[in-house]
Structures are given as structure tokens and as C-alpha cells.
């Protein structure tokens, strides 16, 4: 991947604690186009970067994952079917601060996240509040978060965080394929959905908002173990 044009992956000291040399710059100077910027985290083989950068020609889109073998898929399939509003950066999603300037991206899609059902990994939940207040800073205001995801637990907990912190759910199913679907692109099934799906998990989608600035917190530190 390393003669990948589509692939970022930046050295350790050149995203610790200091910023990026990309950052504020992808739209107009790695796309060269000026055009909002999506971002699938923890993108694994890139179905949906690659599937949304499809449909919206209009629109960038990055995958960021850490392990490299995985992108390589999906930034194959871009590079062969031309798609020049798609890449890939691989980084550890701690260090989104470090490559996107605040307000940079304007919709993040995170699908089907590790659950981290023990108590102990909260932190590591992509949904947690220390999550939520990194996707804070480089979203645009009032952005959109998508997550999809087979876990219960991660469901509920995500419904938990955003009921007690009052963000806005924009749309919420435990059955997405039983339910009417918000977009045609929600039919897109990654790895890991078609592995669970296969398995007979219902797929679970939420879509939220992020308002600027608002302090967030955690509702009590446990992981859910009923329903809402
Ligand atoms: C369960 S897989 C899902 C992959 C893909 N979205 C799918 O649905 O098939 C979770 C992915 O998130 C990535 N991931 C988890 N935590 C991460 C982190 N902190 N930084 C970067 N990638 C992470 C893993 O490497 C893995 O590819």
C-alpha cells in the first residue's frame, strides 16, 4: 500500500502530540476540491467509504483504521474503480485531533465498532463520551454521526449516553431491516455485518447530532443492561 495514492499513513511523530501535516488541508489540497469530507472510523475493509463515495460523487470521503491489511480492500476497490473522492488513513482514531482541524468533517460513520462490553473499557467504546468529545472538535457544527452495529449492549449504552446528555437522535432502530430505511445507502453490509447478520444478530442503527461546544458527560459509568 505504501504506492497507494489513496493511503495516508503518517509516521508516529509526525501525529503525537503535534499536528498533521494534512490537517485543515484534505478537501482543498489532497482532494483539490473543496467538497465536504466524511469520515468512516474504524472503516476495517472500507464498504462504506468506498459504497458512500460512490453515491456522492460531491462529497470526500476518508477511512481511518490502524490496521492496514483490512483498508488495503477497500482502497484496492477505490483505486480500480476510480474513485478519486476516496482514501484511507491509517491511524489509532485517539489522533483524529492531530489530522482534522476543527469543523473539518461534516458527517462521521462508524460502523460496527468493537462493543467493549467490559466495564473497565468504557474509554474504549467509540460511542463513549471521550470519543464523542474528539468527533466533537473536528465536526462541523450540529454534524451527523451514524452508527451501525449488531451489539446490544453498545446500542443501549449509545442511547444512554445521548438520552442523558440530551443530544439530538435523528434516527434510532434495533431492527433496521425490519424497520423502513432512512437511506438506500443503510443497505450496505460490511464484513462484520454480514458475519453477525449470518449469525442472526438484527442490525441496530442510530444517527445523532453533535452540538458545538456542549459539555458531555458519562450517564453513570455501567454498562446498560436493559432496555430504555
Ligand atoms: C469490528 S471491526 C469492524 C470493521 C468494519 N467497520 C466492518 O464493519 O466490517 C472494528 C475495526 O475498528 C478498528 N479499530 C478499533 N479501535 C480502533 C482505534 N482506536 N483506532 C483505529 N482503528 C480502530 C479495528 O482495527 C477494526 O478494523
Not at 50 to 63: H, S, W
Not at 132 to 145: C, D
Request: charge should be positive.
Amino acid at each position: 500500500m505504501a504506492t497507494y495514492p489513496n493511503v495516508v499513513s503518517p509516521p508516529f511523530a509526525e501525529i503525537f502530540r503535534t499536528d498533521y501535516l494534512m490537517k485543515g488541508r484534505w478537501k482543498d489540497d489532497f482532494f483539490g476540491n473543496g467538497h465536504p469530507l466524511v469520515l468512516e472510523l474504524g472503516c476495517g475493509k472500507g464498504e462504506y467509504t468506498v459504497a458512500l463515495a460512490r453515491k456522492y460523487p460531491e462529497k470526500n470521503f476518508i477511512g481511518v483504521d490502524i490496521k492496514g491489511a483490512r483498508m488495503w480492500t477497500g482502497a484496492t476497490d477505490a483505486l480500480q474503480s476510480k474513485l478519486d473522492n476516496a482514501a484511507f488513513l491509517r491511524i489509532r482514531i485517539e489522533f483524529i485531533r492531530s489530522c482534522f482541524a476543527s469543523g473539518e468533517a461534516s458527517e462521521i460513520w462508524i460502523t460496527f465498532p468493537d462493543p467493549q462490553p467490559q466495564q473497565s473499557r468504557i474509554n474504549k467504546r467509540l460511542t463513549s463520551v471521550r470519543f464523542l468529545e474528539l468527533y466533537q472538535n473536528i465536526l462541523r457544527p450540529n454534524g451527523i454521526i451514524h452508527l451501525k452495529t449488531d451489539s446490544e449492549s453498545l446500542f443501549e449504552y449509545t442511547r444512554r449516553v445521548l438520552l442523558h446528555n440530551r443530544l439530538p437522535i435523528r434516527w434510532c432502530t434495533s431492527d433496521l431491516y425490519r424497520s423502513a430505511l432512512p437511506d438506500e445507502i443503510l443497505s450496505v453490509q460490511t464484513y462484520y455485518e454480514k458475519m453477525f447478520t449470518a449469525k442472526g444478530f438484527s442490525i441496530k442503527y442510530l444517527q445523532f447530532t453533535l452540538p458545538p461546544g456542549q459539555l458531555l458527560c458519562e450517564p453513570d459509568g455501567k454498562t446498560p443492561e436493559t432496555t430504555l
